[in-house]
């Protein structure tokens, strides 16, 4: 029955209204099934012949509404490269510039791979975390959630930090140009003269009222303008890097410049890493949003590839603005250490006129984006623990005071966000980016030898829940006899219960090739398992400390 046909009027009194009804009642108790899925949909012949009529003009081709490849691989820079650029220079002056290219590129390939996961085994699902449902049952569906809410609180959180560190230097330089004297801009807590905690109250009581509207389409509109900020900030940044490089003499060591003369020393490799592995860990992350630009491909034949490229314009970016950012914020120009500032903003005075406007336009772009934050965790904690429904206005109003008042608490006690941003890096990624996506890719692969054909379906969302007798070789969820691309051919696994695996694969005559699948298999296994311990070690940096070198 096509889609694309207007709503079909049933009296009430009619017989088919209740059984359109019954249908529509299954459909929705199915809160993991991806919209897409047709199987529950009201069959054509429980609809009254009336109710059908010929419209031919006027349709529009769900295909002309797609994106180019171009626009697809802008997309995914565009929504992974934002206002976290000035932090980055200053984790590759801890790094060293050589080792942080490289952390860059490790922290590159992994991600990319790790999405293209994603990418591939979605299929046609709204969100990555219904896939989990369809591999690992509901509790695959929890922890995928889960982590989607800390990453989503997390990054409120890093928000929040990063607007109140822009604002606080705007407010500080007017009051200054008011006449008032020079606002010291040490972040410290202190109440006893104007500070980053009254700037964090001041903020706090103008983003309430902002992230407790329901409609967020104004700052939909005012986000199409970030681009534009994030292309500005990157010009800047890279420009006082050819600046440096034009009037100031480098050396290449370890030891602390003389901030006094003319020449710097620039590392090439340094033990104080473990910032950048954390925040690259968490810059690349784009998995899950990256499952809805790319399903706006015309030509989804070329997502990987469209992936890979729009990921390696990310690899670039970080790799110039970490470079030539040291570079530039180490210049002779600057009477500041590099290191010992984690957002760069902070290197000039508060009344440095273009700083003054590059923080502005840091701010409007959070701010845009920041209602848009708090939508989105709101859905994800509505549909893991209210089933989906909708918040009620008191819920509504407390959840939101509670997100913002832990934002203010740790933006006015820890401002210190390139090390929030290793720590959510490292623990966020080790989940969202190497567990969730590894495991879920061998467990595929492992079904796919044992039920190819539960697979297929898997792939189709025709599927359905049951409890089997044999959990050893048996999947959370079963095919539809009739979703199978061949009607007539049955699983290896469930041509009889009476027989065990091995002697159906030996009655067929497959053993060995189920065998050597398996041997691949757990080769993948050992290959895979050193990528999450990579994860694992990137979290593990973010609570040790180094002696310099």
Same mark, same amino acid.
């Given at each position: 029955?096509?889609?694309?046909?207007?709503?079909?009027?049933?009296?009430?009194?009619?017989?088919?209204?209740?059984?359109?009804?019954?249908?529509?009642?299954?459909?929705?108790?199915?809160?993991?099934?991806?919209?897409?899925?047709?199987?529950?949909?009201?069959?054509?012949?429980?609809?009254?012949?009336?109710?059908?009529?010929?419209?031919?003009?006027?349709?529009?081709?769900?295909?002309?509404?797609?994106?180019?490849?171009?626009?697809?691989?802008?997309?995914?820079?565009?929504?992974?490269?934002?206002?976290?650029?000035?932090?980055?220079?200053?984790?590759?002056?801890?790094?060293?510039?050589?080792?942080?290219?490289?952390?860059?590129?490790?922290?590159?390939?992994?991600?990319?791979?790790?999405?293209?996961?994603?990418?591939?085994?979605?299929?046609?699902?709204?969100?990555?975390?219904?896939?989990?449902?369809?591999?690992?049952?509901?509790?695959?569906?929890?922890?995928?959630?889960?982590?989607?809410?800390?990453?989503?609180?997390?990054?409120?959180?890093?928000?929040?930090?990063?607007?109140?560190?822009?604002?606080?230097?705007?407010?500080?330089?007017?009051?200054?140009?008011?006449?008032?004297?020079?606002?010291?801009?040490?972040?410290?807590?202190?109440?006893?003269?104007?500070?980053?905690?009254?700037?964090?109250?001041?903020?706090?009581?103008?983003?309430?009222?902002?992230?407790?509207?329901?409609?967020?389409?104004?700052?939909?509109?005012?986000?199409?303008?970030?681009?534009?900020?994030?292309?500005?900030?990157?010009?800047?940044?890279?420009?006082?890097?050819?600046?440096?490089?034009?009037?100031?003499?480098?050396?290449?060591?370890?030891?602390?410049?003389?901030?006094?003369?003319?020449?710097?020393?620039?590392?090439?490799?340094?033990?104080?890493?473990?910032?950048?592995?954390?925040?690259?860990?968490?810059?690349?992350?784009?998995?899950?949003?990256?499952?809805?630009?790319?399903?706006?491909?015309?030509?989804?034949?070329?997502?990987?590839?469209?992936?890979?490229?729009?990921?390696?314009?990310?690899?670039?970016?970080?790799?110039?603005?970490?470079?030539?950012?040291?570079?530039?914020?180490?210049?002779?120009?600057?009477?500041?250490?590099?290191?010992?500032?984690?957002?760069?903003?902070?290197?000039?005075?508060?009344?440095?006129?273009?700083?003054?406007?590059?923080?502005?336009?840091?701010?409007?772009?959070?701010?845009?984006?920041?209602?848009?934050?708090?939508?989105? @965790?709101? #859905? =994800?904690?509505?549909?893991?623990?209210? %089933?989906?429904?909708? $918040?009620? +206005?008191?819920? *509504?109003?407390?959840?939101?005071?509670?997100?913002?008042?832990?934002?203010?608490?740790?933006?006015?006690?820890?401002?210190?966000?390139?090390?929030?941003?290793?720590?959510?890096?490292?623990?966020?990624?080790?989940?969202?980016?190497?567990?969730?996506?590894?495991?879920?890719?061998?467990?595929?692969?492992?079904?796919?030898?044992?039920?190819?054909?539960?697979?297929?379906?898997?792939?189709?969302?025709?599927?359905?829940?049951?409890?089997?007798?044999?959990?050893?070789?048996?999947?959370?969820?079963?095919?539809?006899?009739?979703?199978?691309?061949?009607?007539?051919?049955?699983? @290896?696994? #469930? =041509?009889?219960?009476?027989?065990?695996? %091995?002697?159906?694969? $030996?009655? +067929?005559?497959? *053993?060995?090739?189920?065998?050597?699948?398996?041997?691949?298999?757990?080769?993948?296994?050992?290959?895979?398992?050193?990528?999450?311990?990579?994860?694992?070690?990137?979290?593990?940096?973010?609570?040790?400390?180094?002696?310099?070198?």
């Amino acid at each position: 029955m096509d889609k694309r046909r207007g709503p079909i009027m049933v009296p009430r009194e009619s017989p088919h209204y209740h059984r359109m009804r019954y249908y529509s009642a299954i459909r929705k108790g199915l809160k993991h099934m991806s919209q897409s899925t047709t199987y529950l949909d009201v069959p054509t012949h429980v609809i009254d012949d009336n109710a059908f009529i010929i419209f031919q003009t006027g349709r529009e081709d769900p295909h002309d509404r797609k994106h180019s490849s171009l626009s697809t691989i802008f997309s995914i820079w565009n929504t992974m490269v934002g206002s976290g650029l000035f932090t980055i220079p200053w984790a590759f002056s801890n790094s060293g510039i050589v080792l942080g290219l490289i952390i860059s590129f490790i922290t590159f390939a992994i991600s990319y791979y790790t999405c293209s996961i994603y990418v591939r085994l979605a299929r046609n699902d709204s969100d990555f975390a219904d896939t989990m449902y369809k591999y690992f049952g509901k509790k695959g569906w929890v922890v995928t959630m889960i982590f989607s809410i800390l990453l989503m609180f997390s990054v409120i959180v890093i928000y929040y930090e990063l607007m109140s560190q822009a604002l606080f230097p705007v407010i500080a330089a007017l009051i200054e140009w008011g006449g008032a004297s020079e606002v010291s801009l040490d972040m410290g807590l202190d109440l006893s003269r104007f500070s980053l905690f009254y700037t964090c109250i001041a903020l706090t009581l103008i983003l309430y009222p902002v992230v407790s509207k329901r409609d967020i389409s104004m700052f939909i509109r005012l986000n199409s303008f970030g681009i534009i900020f994030v292309c500005f900030i990157l010009i800047y940044i890279l420009a006082y890097g050819f600046y440096s490089l034009s009037n100031t003499t480098f050396e290449i060591s370890n030891e602390e410049s003389d901030l006094e003369g003319t020449t710097r020393n620039i590392s090439l490799f340094r033990n104080k890493f473990n910032n950048l592995a954390g925040m690259m860990t968490l810059g690349y992350y784009i998995h899950n949003v990256c499952i809805s630009i790319v399903k706006e491909n015309k030509h989804p034949e070329n997502n990987t590839r469209d992936v890979f490229i729009g990921y390696f314009l990310v690899f670039l970016s970080y790799s110039l603005v970490g470079s030539l950012g040291y570079l530039g914020f180490s210049g002779y120009t600057f009477k500041a250490n590099i290191r010992e500032t984690e957002n760069l903003l902070y290197m000039f005075s508060a009344t440095d006129m273009l700083a003054f406007v590059i923080r502005i336009i840091c701010f409007c772009q959070m701010f845009s984006v920041y209602p848009m934050l708090f939508c989105v @965790i709101r #859905n =994800q904690f509505g549909t893991i623990f209210y %089933q989906g429904r909708e $918040l009620s +206005n008191d819920i *509504y109003l407390a959840f939101n005071a509670t997100l913002l008042i832990v934002a203010t608490i740790i933006g006015a006690t820890f401002p210190k966000v390139g090390s929030i941003l290793g720590y959510v890096g490292g623990f966020i990624g080790l989940g969202l980016i190497y567990i969730i996506p590894i495991s879920l890719f061998l467990k595929r692969y492992k079904l796919q030898i044992e039920d190819p054909n539960l697979v297929e379906a898997l792939d189709n969302n025709t599927v359905r829940s049951v409890k089997r007798k044999n959990p050893e070789f048996s999947p959370k969820l079963v095919i539809e006899e009739s979703s199978t691309s061949s009607p007539g051919k049955q699983d @290896i696994v #469930n =041509q009889t219960s009476d027989m065990t695996l %091995q002697e159906s694969l $030996l009655q +067929n005559g497959s *053993y060995k090739t189920y065998k050597k699948s398996f041997l691949k298999f757990y080769l993948l296994c050992v290959i895979h398992a050193f990528i999450v311990l990579i994860g694992i070690i990137i979290l593990a940096l973010q609570f040790l400390s180094f002696e310099e070198w």
